[in-house]
């Protein structure tokens, strides 16, 4: 049990955290385990809440694909994958739309606004967001981000909201694609010139070549650990990410365990090191 003098001091430690990141920008990365599991959930939407109600503006950016197949399995569709990335033909698309923009979109903004009316969901298509193209034709409906034109979200943000962004981009003609959240993550933290961008996944955080959890690493450090292999799968697309970030303006990317209950917190207002921070700049 936790004293009254225990809780009067985890409050203490936030403060300088909480006005230092009054008014700053943060874009979460939620995907994982941390949106699969109920309880997890709820406490991610707390954790949102609760840095909205300290004066930051938080954009939430989701995932889906373990969603995406299981509704393709129930309707007897097989995926295939090359490279990590799900073959798309127009169907799948369809699919993998309905899933983020009718679904997963839909229960974040749910569990958010059960504190307070502050999420509106939105899908890249909205508003001219995300102009994307096709990755590689051999995919089908894979995107590519070409542009981010973060003025829907700027808007959302003066007015106080909340927005949770699905990630299937558009191009000039209208045609959909369904691009990698990791990668909009990014992009939208770069055209927002975000203080930080945060990614929730399903390990502590970026692994070295012994498995070991970095702590802090910069972007000239972090291309190495591409270029040799130690990043690898599913951690590509969000090293990728989180180089353009805070190569694009934002002030630092993190990669956080999901698996946490109120990591967000922890690694926003708390001393405490939580995952692995990446910095533009080489550290002294
Ligand atoms: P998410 O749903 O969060 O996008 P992914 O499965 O796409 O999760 O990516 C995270 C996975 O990346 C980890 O579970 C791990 O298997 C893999 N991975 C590859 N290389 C590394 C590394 N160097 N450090 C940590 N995880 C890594
Ligand atoms: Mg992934």
Not at 51 to 58: A, F, K, L, Y
Not at 68 to 88: C, H, N, P
Not at 189 to 203: C, M, P, Q, R
């Amino acid at each position: 049990m936790s004293t009254g003098s225990d809780k009067a001091a985890v409050l203490v430690e936030a403060l300088p955290y909480i006005r230092r990141f009054w008014g700053t920008t943060v874009v979460v990365k939620y995907g994982g385990n941390a949106m699969v599991d109920p309880l997890l959930a709820q406490q991610f939407a707390e954790d949102v809440v609760l840095m909205h109600s300290v004066g930051m503006r938080v954009v939430v950016v989701h995932g889906g694909g373990p969603q995406i197949g299981e509704l393709m399995a129930k309707l007897g569709k097989e995926s295939e994958f090359r490279d990590g990335l799900r073959v798309t033909d127009a169907e799948t698309l369809d699919i993998a739309r309905m899933v983020l923009v009718g679904k997963v979109g839909r229960d974040i903004v749910g569990a958010i606004n059960v504190h307070a009316p502050l999420a509106v969901g939105l899908s890249g298509e909205d508003a001219g967001l995300i102009v994307a193209s096709a990755r590689d034709p051999e995919l089908g409906f894979v995107g590519d981000v070409d542009s981010v034109d973060p003025s829907i979200l700027h808007r959302l943000l003066a007015e106080d909201l909340i927005p949770v962004l699905s990630t299937i981009g558009s191009d000039a003609a209208g045609q959909a694609y369904n691009i990698n959240a990791d990668t909009v993550a990014g992009a939208v933290a770069g055209a927002l010139g975000a203080e930080k961008v945060v990614y929730l996944t399903d390990v502590t955080g970026i692994l070295d070549v012994h498995g070991e959890l970095i702590q802090r690493i910069d972007a000239a450090r972090l291309d190495g650990l591409v270029a040799d292999g130690t990043v690898s799968g599913g951690m590509i697309p969000k090293v990728a990410a989180c180089l353009h970030a805070v190569r694009s303006g934002a002030g630092s990317a993190h990669v956080l365990d999901g698996r946490l209950p109120h990591v967000l917190l922890l690694e926003i207002f708390t001393d405490e090191g939580v995952g692995t921070m990446i910095t533009g700049k080489a550290d002294a």
